[in-house]
């Protein structure tokens, strides 16, 4: 019998009176993966829960379950599905099953539950029996065809706004006031305002919390829309609804009917000016209904306080033109002009599939100082949100700006040669001493306010015209994203690693904005693909990004070209159609992220016929004797030779168009082909595994040196790429990965020498074939190039070049997450050895590398099977490692051993395993 080299401690809890009055309950029942808070854009809805387990339970394995979908909540209640009744389904699944009752349609309400029966075993005995039921939940079916709207677009039936270079837009609102005649069951509001709204209903905020709504889209091709349960908001009576609009991204945001860039390809595109689309629909007590729609009869004006509102350029607030209460009943408007029926937009309205952005943190500032007549604040962290301002004493007339950088001169002006033409400046005009508006005044005169249609990504702020000098706690950043959960935390003994972790957390985030987005602070803002081919495997650790990268999976079905090209923004607000090999591939990856990590085969069962069609378009335009010639960006941003330099002029580090995307070729392939398994379309799956093959060996005769191991100018990305997508002859790989060290170890000094593309398989392929310590030397450098390096120079988030603080500001982001590359996802899988052996975590495998002399490292991923935990130390020779399988899962767990690692299957609970190192 072989040695066990390791020492399983079952973590037993079993303490009398902390036993829960249910050993398992069911835990976060969800459909579509959301609350139920908001209406869905299905009819047909899938169900998904997870279990909670009583810590000194293990083994905890469903057996069955039940799902009982009803019209009504004592139905549900008495287990009378009477929309839909799976019955006793013997399985253990319990991730995205499909409803399969009554059909139904748009604004059905339904109530569902399920219940289930588990085993587990616990300190004394094995194998026992449980039955659960989860809560009742609720769900409702949004608005699914167009014929269930009545309401027309409506806004101003003439351009009264300069359109621009950088386009200014006073905000329109718009305004309606109706009676309701008896008590109100329920009331649900529909809406969509583009290219940004906000609602009011009887002088109170409709979902107050939300903010740049609705989400971002091509708007040719589809058009968002909202919709809210709006009952408390009503009464009896009198009624009055207001709305306001600014330009978002329906007007560009900057225009010039002569401007291109990047030969010739237009840069910007113009849908129109804002408008509106609303219904809102009441039923009373009596179950009679009626609607009030948007149409000509409602008032509209432009002389509102916000005079100008762009995302690249700020806003201006002018309190001297508040309007008053006008989304209360029994407001003045004769001054108003009646609103004119506006041209719909191409796109076909949609029921918005992600949630609005949210503030979701809260930022003090750090420091504030006096830099000539201004003042500079501090917030201490490099954010994205807006500013919320306490004035005191401002007068009619008075104009207080805010200009908004990432970083300072060495003189402490802001630094903002690197926003290029983004203005980045709000600026609050005071009003009379009895205007009423959204603004909090007080008796000792404060003012408190912040914009409404714009963001900023920002450290410091300059701030001029105030009457009095500032406080601290007169300033507060606000912080947003789009609603999601934090669902990964990550701590090492390694401060390094935890400061740029921390980077990375903020600065994901601070780049989602209904799109994952390049950048939060200059005039770009867009959703470059490439920036997420790889990193959003790791973002998807952190944060639960399903919603949002399924729906950006549509932006770019929705871009691509009916030749089957793909654009490298998307949205395409840049009609960047470059045809590149390794941006668009995004497309694939993502697909795959949200298939591995969530369960969700739905992405690539959807976008299959467009990823194959972009697949075949590349094969047929750019694939000469089994090479795949077209590639535009390169190894993006790799460290140049000279400080001030943003791309490296020296042939010797660079690495050759087809060098690049012919692996790139092979490795979404390969996706293609085990996409085309899951399908069930043999043809395709056989075609793209011939594709590699062929490609394979027409790479290796080109590129390959045979002798040395070195593919073409031995870059550490020209070997990186071949080896991590399996190209390598199996002879030589050792070859060619000694290549990739000694150029890392001797030419770089164990430094990174890629740029966005070679870093996406940099840290895994080093830990893969051996070389973790060197992995974990280039994580934890403080010297340039390095993450370190950008921790140790201030950062707070990541930037867009490794010589950030040196380069010229022509392209130099303060907030990029693209040179993260495999990082976040080595933090997670490999230094916290998490990781999917199934989709969606239903088996697990835990296998920690503790590389080098990396004392301890944490981490905890909430899947949508429940949460996973590791958390290792040593102590000596001896390898201390406390793990967490969530209920009805299972693990292979990989215990470092001398030898290397044993390996156990384990099934849910807590263990502490003793091995050694």
Known sequence: MRHIAFVIVFINLLVVGTIQAQPVQILQPTVEFQDGSQPLATSQPRFSWKYDAAPQLQNVRQTSY??????????????????????????????????????????????????????????????????????????????????????????????????????????????????????????????????????????????????????????????????????????????????????????????????????????????????????????????????????????ITNLGPIRTANEFDGETYDERMDLGPWTTAGYSDYRWQRASSAYPPEGKMMPQPNPNICVQDTVTPRALFRKGDSWILDMGQNMVGYLEMSAVGLREGDTVTLRFAETLNPDSSLFTDNLRTAEATDRLIGGPSDAHSKMERYKDAVITWHPTFVYHGFRYVEITGLRTEPRLRDFRGLVFYDQMATTGTFETSDEILNAVHRNAYWGIRGNYRSMPTDCPQRDERMGWTG???????????????????????????????????????????????????????????????????????????????????????????????????????????????????????????????????????????????????????????????????????????????????????????????????????????????????DKTVNDCSGHVSTGVVGIQQLMRTLTEYGRGDLALKIA????????????????????????????????????????????????????????????????????????????????????????IESSWRREGDTFLWDIVIPANTEADVYVPTKEGYEVQTFGSGRYQIIGHN
């Open 531 to 741: 920036d997420r081919t790889t990193g959003n495997y790791g973002e998807s650790y952190i944060f639960g990004n399903q919603r949002l990268y399924s729906k950006w999976l549509t932006d770019i079905e929705d871009s691509q070209w009916a030749n089957g090209s793909l654009p490298d923004v998307c949205p395409a607000y840049w009609r960047r159609y470059t045809d590149n090999m390794t941006w668009p591939g995004a497309f694939i990856t993502v697909a795959d992220m949200l298939h591995t990590r969530y369960g969700d085969e739905q992405p690539f069962r959807v976008h299959y016929p467009a990823m194959k069609h972009w697949m075949m378009h590349m094969k047929q335009h750019y694939m000469v004797n089994g090479i795949m010639t077209r590639d535009c960006y390169g190894d993006w941003c790799m460290p140049p030779e000279s400080p001030e330099l943003v791309h490296s002029q020296d042939p010797s580090r660079i690495t050759r168009a087809a060098v690049i995307s012919t692996p790139f070729y092979c490795y979404l392939a390969g996706k293609m082909a085990q996409f085309a398994d899951l399908l069930g379309l043999p043809d395709d799956a056989t075609f793209f595994r011939s594709e590699i093959q062929t490609v394979t060996r027409a790479y290796n005769e080109q590129y390959l040196d045979m002798s040395t191991g070195r593919y073409d100018n031995n870059t550490v990305t020209a070997n990186i790429l071949p080896l991590a997508f399996g190209m390598v002859p199996k002879t030589i790989e050792d070859k060619v990965f000694s290549n990739i060290v």
């Open 780 to 867: 934890t450098n403080d010297t340039y190039p390095s993450w370190g390096y950008m921790v140790r120079n201030g950062a707070t988030t990541i930037w867009e070049l490794w010589n950030g603080n040196t380069a010229e500001p022509s392209m130099n982001s303060g907030n990029h997450v693209m040179l993260l590359g495999d990082l976040i996802l080595w933090d997670y899988e490999y230094l916290g050895g998490i990781r999917a052996l199934e989709p969606g975590y239903r088996k697990i495998m835990l296998k920690p590398y503790p590389v080098g002399n990396l004392q301890s490292a944490r981490c905890t991923y909430e899947s949508v099977s429940g949460r």
């Open 66 to 299: 039940q799902i009982i979908v009803a019209s009504t909540e004592e139905n549900a209640h008495h287990n009378n599905g009477d929309l839909w009744d799976s019955k006793t389904i013997f399985s253990d699944r319990m991730l995205l099953i499909p409803y399969e009752g009554k059909l139904l349609h748009s604004r059905d309400h339904a109530y569902w539950k399920v219940i289930a029966t588990l085993t587990y075993d616990n300190a004394t005995e094995k194998q026992l029996k449980t039955q659960v039921e989860s809560a009742i939940n609720y769900f409702e079916i949004s608005l699914l065809d167009a014929d269930d709207w009545y309401a027309q677009w409506i806004g101003f039936n003439f351009q009264d706004d300069s359109l621009v270079q950088k386009t200014r837009l006073a905000a329109r609102y718009l305004r309606k006031e109706f009676p309701l005649r008896d008590e109100i069951r329920e009331a649900r509001l529909y809406i969509s305002g583009l290219g940004q709204y906000s609602a009011y209903l009887n002088g109170k905020e409709v979902a107050p919390e939300e903010i740049l709504k609705p989400a971002l889209s091509d708007y040719h091709k589809r058009v968002y829309f909202n919709a809210y349960d709006v009952t408390p908001l009503l009464q009896k009576g009198d009624n009055a609804i207001g709305v306001m609009l600014a330009g978002g991204r329906y007007m560009t945001i900057r225009y010039d009917a002569n401007e291109t860039d990047w030969g010739g390809l237009s840069h910007a595109i113009h849908y129109g000016t804002p408008r509106l689309i609303l219904q809102l629909e009441v039923t009373y007590q009596d179950g009679t209904s009626e609607r009030i729609v948007s149409n000509e009869s409602w008032s």
